[in-house]
């Protein structure tokens, strides 16, 4: 069978009878296991998808199928599942299973999308690389020896070596956009208050956002379609309507393209991905769309203020894992006291206690006004930045990654090494604007090269369209 790139593709084949779900669901299954080494899932949920093919091919064969009939997708593995492991790649969650389902895998369902796993992930979505999962690193399929990007790599590389038409992933601080990069797969985080964040594992609850990896925009746009919009559990939902994004992908109507200097002009970029990027730019203009360079000066400003605030806010929404409320529970603990301690200390992997740590320090007495508060207050002057932009550009264009996938280890000992590696990403988080990474080719290694591009708040449909006509 060969590689899809498009729900479309399959749907067609569906509906004339040359493809059943079934079958389908198998050469997935087979690519799982013929790429198992990568390591991308935690988990195949064989018996539930097998279960799932055979009810939606029943729906096909009646006319009675919903929009995502015939998509086999993963979802990290942070994201609740009714009846199925959810672990957050972590040994504090190890066997636990969630008791009901995240608000995006209800709407999936209905739609009929088929889940065929979760995918494995930096521990509780804190990391780069893929390589503070307790299960072990995603690799990445264009090099085994090279990361797949985190957090969220193994939904990245699921897609990349066609385990799966589809991932959801969630995007902190580039943790969709940063592994589509390294893996050569579309990447959308969509603006915050977009898709309902209700049954995903938080990690910094005011930045964290579901976003999809696909192979093309119009499955991006799709699972957009489906998975945005209001809910009920989730008061940090947004009420305005969801556009009909699958059906106004054709605007070809010039457009007004910042690039910010400071990005492009970085000694920290790679030579070859400011190369790709540099094409790209004067393909927009020969296609009459205007690009300008402008200036931002809040680049050194946007890795601090980010893991000030995410670390403050991963303090607080981990406190819950105590080997009380939940999680891994030392049974040897002799007091309460030591019963937190340890519990904790075996459960959380290092880099995880690393950012606890960060996150408690910068809220504790005598230092919230000179971190916390500081950091909120350039928060504020990074949208307000990023809104004049908007007011006379259409988009913003920006690397994703200063380098291409990097070898698995190299940022092990260093972790503000990794950390400066988000200088692209962050921006869109700390903004809470919609951002893509789309590949644009590979470099004389043959690893994935890819460019960002990011629209004001809620204009992913603009977003989406532009995309279309560039990827």
């Given amino acids: 069978m060969k590689k899809y790139n498009s729900l479309i593709e399959i749907q067609t084949l569906l509906h004339s009878k040359a493809l059943l779900l079934p079958d389908l669901l198998d050469y997935y299954f087979a690519q799982i296991e013929k790429n198992k080494d990568l ?5 195949v949920f064989f018996d539930s998808a097998k279960t799932q093919a055979k009810q939606v091919q029943e729906k096909i064969n009646k006319g009675i199928a919903g929009k995502l009939a015939g998509l086999v997708i993963g979802i990290k593995d942070n994201i609740c599942y009714q009846g199925h492991q959810v672990s957050a790649s972590s040994k504090m969650l190890e066997n636990f299973v969630s008791p009901y389902s995240a608000t995006v895998v209800q709407r999936l369902l209905q739609e009929d999308a088929i889940i065929i796993g979760r995918c494995n992930c930096d521990e509780f979505a804190m990391g780069g690389s893929n390589e503070t999962s ?22 990245a590389v699921a897609v990349q070596a066609d385990m799966c038409l589809a991932s959801l992933g969630t995007d902190t601080g580039g943790s969709v956009r940063q592994p589509a990069a390294f893996c050569g797969v579309i990447g ?9 964040r209700y049954g995903v594992i938080a990690y910094a609850s005011s930045f964290d956002q579901v976003g999809t990896f696909t192979s093309s925009i119009s499955d991006a746009a799709l699972l957009l379609e489906v998975l945005a919009g209001a809910d009920e559990f989730d008061s940090t939902v947004a009420s305005l309507p969801v556009q009909n994004y699958t059906q106004n992908l054709q605007d070809t109507s010039k457009k007004k393209i910042a690039v910010l200097k400071e990005t492009i002009e970085n000694e920290a970029l790679d030579a070859e991905i400011k190369s790709s990027i540099l094409q790209t730019i004067e393909k927009l203009k020969a296609q009459g769309h205007t690009v300008d360079y402008v200036d931002f000066d809040l680049l050194d400003y946007l890795v601090p203020t980010y893991y000030v ?14 080997g009380v409320h939940y999680g891994h529970r030392n049974l040897e603990a002799k007091n309460l006291n030591d019963l937190y301690k340890t519990s904790r200390a075996e459960g959380f992997g290092e880099e995880v206690k690393r950012r606890i740590l960060v996150g408690t320090f910068v809220l504790s007495a005598g230092y919230y006004d000179a971190y916390y508060q500081k950091a909120q207050k350039v928060r504020r002057m990074i949208k307000d930045k990023m809104d004049s932009i908007f007011q006379e550009y259409d988009f913003v264009l920006s690397p994703v990654a200063p380098t291409v996938a990097f070898p698995i280890g190299e940022h092990e000992k260093d972790p503000i090494k990794s950390y400066l590696a988000d200088i692209y990403t962050v921006l869109a988080n700390l903004a809470g604007i919609p951002a893509i990474s789309l590949p644009i080719g590979t470099d004389h290694q043959n690893l994935p090269l890819g460019i960002q591009l990011m629209a004001n708040s809620f204009q992913e449909q603009a977003l989406l369209a532009f995309a279309k006509n560039i990827s």
Avoid: M, W
């Fill in 309 to 322: 605030l995410t670390t403050a806010e991963a303090s607080s929404n981990l406190s819950r894992y105590d």
């Fill in 188 to 196: 959308l985080k969509p603006s915050y208050g977009r898709i309902s």
């Fill in 39 to 43: 390591n991308a899932f935690n988990e």
């Fill in 134 to 155: 307790f299960y072990g690193a995603v690799k990445n399929a264009a090099n085994p020896q090279r990361v797949s990007g985190g957090s969220s790599g193994g939904s």
